[in-house]
């Protein structure tokens, strides 16, 4: 069984900065993709960002620039760094890790988990 686990939403004001981790525990091989989504009251699940096990990260036209993603992969925890802070950032946000499952000898498959989410709201 594996569990994932985020922290550090909260409120902030326009033009703040917030952290969200994002830990991985139980039992598995390894975490492949870990990724960060958002979903706002009425709206869809979004993707937010991701990042591969290699440390390349990628991000949504409306957070690039402005949002960082990285991870521990010792810890295994992906952090979002999240500056300059807009109202239309408001949201749940969820992380999702992609980990590899011992299937056999020498063999795995890989599942996805999600964390629980954490709120973020931003005031103006």
């Known amino acids: 069984q594996v569990q994932v686990v985020e922290s550090g939403g909260g409120l902030v004001q326009v033009g703040g900065s917030l952290r969200l981790s994002c830990v991985a525990s139980?039992?598995?091989?390894?975490?492949?993709?870990m990724a960060w989504y958002r979903q706002a009251p009425g709206n869809q699940r979004e993707l937010v960002a991701v990042?591969?096990?290699?440390?390349?990260?990628t991000y949504s036209d409306s957070v690039k620039g402005r949002f960082t993603i990285s991870r521990d992969n010792a810890k295994n925890t992906e952090y979002l760094q999240m500056n300059s802070l807009k109202p239309e950032d408001t949201a749940v946000y969820f992380c999702?890790?992609?980990?590899?499952?011992?299937?056999?000898?020498?063999?795995?498959?890989?599942?996805?988990?999600w964390g629980q989410g954490t709120q973020v709201i931003v005031s103006s």
């Open positions: 999702k890790h992609t980990v590899r499952i011992q299937a056999g000898v020498f063999q795995f498959r890989r599942e996805d988990y």
């Open positions: 139980g039992r598995f091989i390894s975490i492949d993709d």
């Open positions: 990042i591969t096990s290699g440390g390349v990260g």
